[in-house]
């Protein structure tokens, strides 16, 4: 926990909100990485995916959860959960451990969105694993806000991101991204390294 010491004030203080996370959406302007995964002939979505978790690797505070009786407990690996859309027009939830190869990530990744694809209903994740960050993406709206679903309000504490429609020009991509995460690990500074990791690993 010593490592945790600069923010402990910030944690005490937060934790006791009803609601204590800090939801920010803005526009992402970033090179045009599309035309790499072209080339590379890989799934822009999955590279997208691949650079956010890397990013939430290099800004720490994006790996802090509420663990045993709900201490501040640091995890050191990544489980993205992101949302996949079904031949049916619902969507269910794409589970699968981050890797910093992306080639076997891409690999392990593809195969649990198939399976994802083909399942009936809605795939859970595993109750009690904190070491998730939830991902949807909304390609179809620029939106400039939005609101994640939350179980339990004074528990907030897993990080949830959102992606919008994408819009291209003179090399540059923007689109729309949503971060929700707990005020009493992160803030708004944290949230724009988190941003500048991203695009640094996009490019």
């Not at 291209?168 to 009493?184: L, M, N, T, W, Y």
Request: charged share 20%; with cysteine.
């Amino acid at each position: 926990m010593s490592n945790f010491y600069p923010r402990e004030s910030y944690f005490n203080f937060f934790n006791g909100f009803q609601s204590p996370f800090l939801n920010i959406t803005w526009e992402v302007e970033t090179v045009d990485y599309t035309q790499r995964c072209k080339d590379l002939g890989v799934s822009s979505n999955q590279w997208l995916v691949h650079a956010l978790c890397g990013a939430c690797m290099d800004v720490p505070e994006f790996r802090w959860r509420l663990g045993v009786n709900g201490e501040p407990t640091m995890v050191n690996t990544l489980t993205p959960s992101y949302t996949t859309l079904k031949p049916d027009g619902h969507f269910n939830f794409t589970t699968v451990p981050y890797q910093e190869d992306f080639n076997e990530f891409l690999k392990v990744s593809l195969a649990a969105k198939t399976r994802a694809e083909e399942a009936p209903g809605l795939s859970l994740d595993e109750e009690g694993r904190i070491d998730y960050i939830f991902i949807t993406t909304i390609p179809w709206m620029r939106f400039t806000s939005i609101q994640h679903p939350v179980q339990e309000l004074h528990r907030v504490h897993i990080p949830s991101f959102a992606f919008g429609k994408f819009t291209r020009e003179k090399g540059k991509i923007r689109f729309p991204f949503s971060v929700q995460a707990h005020h009493g690990f992160v803030d708004g500074v944290h949230m724009h390294r988190l941003e500048e990791a991203m695009k640094g690993r996009l490019a």
